[in-house]
């Protein structure tokens, strides 16, 4: 089976701007969480989706938004960019089929620098 | 509540040696104790789990020890090897009103050759 894939691996964005991050998780799998890992704050969770519903959300503002799409794929939006903001990315998913089944996987991750 | 206490920060033991990482979290509504280990430039990958109605479990090196009255629980990494350095995350996960996992701080090991 395919690994969770991410899109793009690097962004460069100045601040004020928008970015789209897309992920792409292993067959099968209906949960995918996303995550933001800075050297300060180490991984802090973002969100979580499953079967295109947003069931759980961390503490991070408004600019920070997500969805599901229906083969599972994800995307993550991050508006009015802030210096802050730089950090890297992770995607994680995993099937939630039942007990045992709740591991995560996670992708390479998007590192994302904000100038 | 929703914490994961993670130590120590970071860790040097001489190759052979028996690291040991600590985490202790609050909620006992965490059923799920997964620990990962992240290489530079890479995303963390699953190193081994635990759930709380087990006190031990072991796959090849790593040994993962839980006290479920202490909600503490460790990684013991057995005859270590310099290509165990790494960063390592222990974690907390819930599937109680969506999932969500919580991880702590980390922990960066060397081990020295």
């Known amino acids: 089976k395919a690994g969770v894939t991410q899109t793009p691996r690097y962004l460069i964005k100045t601040r004020g701007q928008q970015v789209t991050l897309s992920c792409s998780p292993i067959?099968?799998?209906?949960?995918v969480s996303w995550y933001q890992q800075t050297p300060g704050q180490g991984l802090q969770f973002l969100f979580e989706?499953?079967?295109?519903?947003?069931?759980n959300k961390g503490n991070f503002p408004g600019r920070f938004s997500g969805r599901q799409f229906s083969n599972s794929r994800s995307e993550m939006n991050v508006s009015t960019l802030e210096l802050g903001d730089s950090a890297l990315y992770l995607c994680?998913?995993?099937?939630?089929?039942?007990?045992?089944?709740?591991?995560?996987?996670f992708g390479p991750g998007t590192r994302l620098t904000v100038l | 509540q929703q914490q994961v206490k993670q130590s120590p920060q970071s860790l040097i033991v001489q190759k052979g040696g028996i690291p040991i990482i600590n985490c202790a979290y609050e909620?006992?509504?965490?059923?799920?104790f997964p620990w990962y280990q992240q290489f530079p430039g890479k995303g963390p990958a699953l190193l081994i789990a635990?759930?709380?109605?087990?006190s031990e479990k072991k796959e090849g090196r790593f040994t993962i020890s839980f006290n479920k009255s202490a909600k503490q629980f460790s990684l013991h990494i057995m005859d270590s090897q310099p290509g165990d350095s790494a960063t390592y995350f222990c974690?907390?996960?819930?599937?109680?009103?969506?999932?969500?996992?919580?991880f702590g701080a980390g922990t960066r090991l060397f081990v020295k050759a």
């Open positions: 909620n006992t509504a965490f059923d799920y």
């Open positions: 067959s099968g799998h209906r949960s």
């Open positions: 994680a998913s995993s099937q939630l089929a039942g007990w045992g089944t709740d591991t995560q996987y």
């Open positions: 635990i759930r709380p109605d087990v």
């Open positions: 989706y499953f079967s295109e519903t947003q069931r």
């Open positions: 974690a907390a996960s819930s599937n109680t009103g969506g999932f969500k996992t919580i």
